[in-house]
C-alpha cells in the first residue's frame, strides 16, 4: 500500500474485525518494533505495551468494558435516535461491547507518569505514547489487521491494574482490540473540508 492511501484508509474497525482469525506473535512484534521509533517529548520513551491473549484476563477486561460502554450508550441513545451518522456509529460500538473478549488480542499501550489536572503536563503525557499508539494501528493497517482506539475501561483504571498488574506511577492510554480483518478494501472516510477546519494566523481566517 502507498503511504497515502494507509493514512486515509486506518479507519476505527469493530464491525470487520475477524474473530476467528490467529494473530501471529511475529506480526505482532513488528508492528510493536516500528511503534517504537514514533517521536515523544524530550525524546523520552517511558512506553510498555501489554499484549493480552489469555482468556480469562480478556474475559476480566472485557466485563469492565462492558460495564462502561453499555453504560456510554444507553447516555446517548436519544441522540442516536435523532441522528443516522450517530446510530450507525452506536451500533457499531455495540457491537464491539458483544463480541470484546472475542477479538483474539487486545493491546494496553502504557506510559511512565500520571495525569496531574495541568495542560502542559498532560498533553506531555498524553502526546508521549499517541503517536507510538498511531503508528502502530498504521503498520497493523498495511499488514491486514485492524484495530480501534477505546477508552472504555479507563473509567475502571485501577480495577484494570490490578488484572493486568500495571504498577503505580505508570497510565493505560487506552486499549486496542486487535485482529485481521475481514476485508482489505477500505476507503477513506469523508471529513470537513480542509477550509472549515485550517486557519492562518488567527482563528477563523482562512487557510486560503
Known amino acids: 500500500m502507498g503511504f497515502d492511501h494507509v493514512l486515509t484508509t486506518t479507519p476505527s474497525v469493530r464491525r470487520k474485525l475477524d474473530l476467528r482469525r490467529p494473530v501471529e506473535n511475529e506480526v505482532l512484534a513488528e508492528c510493536l518494533e516500528l511503534a517504537l521509533h514514533a517521536p515523544a517529548p524530550g525524546n523520552q520513551r517511558s512506553w510498555r505495551w501489554l499484549v493480552v491473549r489469555d482468556q480469562d484476563v480478556k474475559n476480566r ?34 457491537h464491539l461491547i458483544d463480541v470484546i473478549e472475542q477479538v483474539p488480542v487486545f493491546v494496553v499501550p502504557c506510559v511512565e507518569g500520571r495525569t496531574t489536572g495541568a495542560n502542559v503536563a498532560d498533553a506531555v503525557l498524553y502526546g508521549g505514547i499517541f503517536p507510538a499508539v498511531w503508528s502502530f494501528q498504521l503498520a497493523l493497517r498495511s499488514r491486514g489487521l485492524g484495530s480501534t482506539l477505546t477508552t472504555y475501561h479507563l473509567q475502571t483504571e485501577a480495577e484494570a491494574a490490578e488484572i493486568l498488574g500495571v504498577p503505580e506511577g505508570y497510565t493505560q492510554a487506552c486499549l486496542l482490540p486487535v485482529a485481521y480483518t475481514t476485508t482489505t478494501d477500505f476507503k477513506p472516510t469523508p471529513r470537513r473540508p480542509l477550509s472549515e477546519v485550517a486557519y492562518l494566523d488567527h482563528w477563523g481566517k482562512s487557510l486560503g
Open 61 to 94: 477486561l472485557g466485563e469492565l468494558f462492558r460495564r462502561v460502554g453499555l453504560a456510554y450508550l444507553e447516555q446517548h441513545a436519544d441522540v442516536a435516535a435523532a441522528d443516522p451518522a450517530m446510530a450507525r456509529s452506536v451500533a457499531s460500538g455495540r
